[in-house]
């Protein structure tokens, strides 16, 4: 768990999203409150899905220019957002030495993963699998992409834990930080859209209509006590636990309520909760166990339900929702916030947040 004694803030963040590129795209989106639903072209997304939250017109090549021309959509998705969030407050790159990239995903690329297997099966031989794409089939590969596009030669680290990903993120982070290993980190997560993830998607969840998004989003996290800039946000803890007998409500709650403990916080100073807004069991019982603890009244930022099942991506788009809320209004400014994850794997985790001032 993480806690006190020196938090970590976020002093800076942005987004790729259904919504469109950046993070005013991102805090306007979520201020409308239209989802972001799109009908697929069925000859270019030959899955099966007939309707999905993409990115609007993102494509590797037009976006990012020369040198992409095996990159994959997650790790365009992943450079897109850092570059973004670099221009907002670095764009001279002073600080790129002391920097790390921590970034959550389920598996990479699955399109990229797929079509080498695919290949490596019915190519002529020996194999003819195009060298160019073996990199991005690599599960680490849209970190190391961001770290050579932009020259962060801090650590340099992938980590996978389902929906709650971002939030381990941030944990990962702050050991970076407490050991001395980074200056500041760009921690966050990356998912794309494919026909291959939307078959194994349908897959595991045995059919039904659940409509998958894609993003990135990405933070620029500091310890409080060495924070170069006024922060949007303070991560007053962070709680993960596993689930294994699968009461996911029983778990939820104690993640929860160790976060307010670490925190130093009551459930009443916590003015809105912002859940996974999964619809599978897992997702049911983290609802019902925040409505268990902070009652009926507490509001509920469900950000899914406009960009769809994001997996990895869900929980680090949680605390986009969160820090978009002062960018329309002060009303949120040093509030608290609650945000929750679950996900079939076993994974729960529980985030208290504080928020900052809009810049």
Known sequence: MMSAPDNIVITAWSAVS???IGQKSFTDGVAIGRPAVSVLDR?????????????????????LGKGTRAMNRVAGLAVTTVGRLI??????RTWAEDTAIVLGTSTGSSQSTMDIIRASLTGERPYDVEPSLVPYAVMNCAAGQCAIWYGLKGPNATLAAGRPTGLTALSYARRLLLTGRAKRVLCGAAEEYSADRAWIDF??????????????????????????????ATVLAVDSRSCVDG??????????QRALAAGGSDPAEVR????????????QAE???????????????DVAELIGETHAVCSAFQIARALSAVEHGREMAGRLVMITSTDTSGAVGAALLRLGESR
């Open 247 to 256: 009461d996911w409500q029983a778990m939820t709650a104690r993640c929860v």
């Open 18 to 20: 259904p919504f469109g």
């Open 43 to 63: 000859a270019r997304w030959d899955g099966p899905d007939e309707r999905a939250c993409l990115v609007p017109g993102f494509e590797v090549r037009e976006v």
């Open 272 to 283: 809105a909760v912002c859940p996974s807004g999964s619809a599978d069991t897992p997702g």
């Open 203 to 232: 897959h595991a969840r045995g059919g039904g209509d659940a409509i998958l998004g894609e993003g990135c989003a990405v933070f620029a996290v500091e310890l409080a006590s060495a924070a170069t800039t006024e922060p949007v």
């Open 87 to 92: 221009e907002s407050v670095d764009p001279g």
């Open 287 to 301: 609802r019902a166990a925040l409505a268990g603890i902070f009652g009926p009244g507490v509001p509920v930022w």
